[in-house]
């Protein structure tokens, strides 16, 4: 299965950040197939506090033969088509489409995954990875996507941390899930 979290802060040329979100998601069926299940909206607060207008967010769960590769070049554009640039790390954005997860993979290696998933939270501010790693390497650290994701794959267990998405979401400070609201 494949794990997709989608975001927006920004209007995009399909509206504000809501519109936004529902014109990603028919997106994404047309590039995946009418197979996506999408979880409910939720608005989130800007990570980190104070980079922008709070996200509405949402998540997204479909079956593709695609290599991981080819999802996040078709992800990245779709972002583009949404008017999305590459700016400032974690700052405004029109649309975010995180490949979140594709199966069990863990992507380049187990070590390389862990590395960026330990990184101090300064250094993820900092730098991007050059290659895809798979799960999301801060996936485990975020309400704003284990919220949505619990709607539709509460079940799936991460591969390195051998947590569901309903065991990180419990693991997360209850201020923090709390913070994330549907809409």
């Known amino acids: 299965m494949t794990?997709?979290?989608?975001?927006?802060?920004?209007?995009?040329?399909?509206g504000d950040a809501r519109a936004t979100v529902?014109?990603?998601?028919?997106?994404?069926?047309?590039?995946?197939?009418?197979?996506?299940?999408?979880?409910?909206?939720?608005?989130?607060?800007?990570?980190?506090?104070?980079?922008?207008?709070?996200?509405?967010?949402a998540a997204a769960a479909f079956r593709s033969a695609d290599a991981p590769g080819n999802i996040l070049a078709r992800l990245h554009e779709i972002e583009?088509?949404?008017?999305?640039?590459?700016g400032a790390r974690w700052g405004q954005r029109s649309l975010d489409l995180?490949?979140?997860a594709v199966g069990d993979l863990v992507l380049p290696d187990?070590?390389?995954?862990?590395?960026?998933?330990?990184?101090?939270?300064?250094?993820?501010?900092?730098?991007a990875p050059e290659d895809l790693i798979l799960p999301h390497p801060r996936l485990q650290d975020r309400?704003?996507?284990?919220?949505?994701?619990?709607?539709?794959a509460e079940h799936w267990r991460h591969p390195g941390l051998?947590?569901?998405?309903?065991?990180?979401?419990?693991?997360?400070?209850?201020?923090?899930?709390?913070?994330v609201v549907p809409l």
């Open 3 to 14: 794990l997709v979290a989608i975001g927006s802060n920004a209007s995009s040329p399909h």
């Open 22 to 57: 529902e014109a990603a998601v028919a997106a994404l069926r047309a590039a995946f197939g009418d197979g996506v299940a999408v979880s409910r909206f939720f608005a989130t607060p800007a990570f980190p506090a104070g980079s922008g207008p709070d996200f509405v967010n």
């Open 80 to 86: 583009a088509d949404f008017g999305r640039s590459r």
């Open 98 to 100: 995180d490949l979140i």
């Open 110 to 127: 187990a070590a390389t995954q862990t590395h960026w998933r330990d990184l101090p939270l300064s250094e993820q501010q900092r730098i």
């Open 143 to 152: 309400a704003f996507v284990l919220v949505p994701l619990a709607d539709v």
């Open 162 to 179: 051998g947590l569901t998405v309903t065991q990180m979401r419990a693991a997360r400070p209850a201020d923090e899930v709390a913070a």
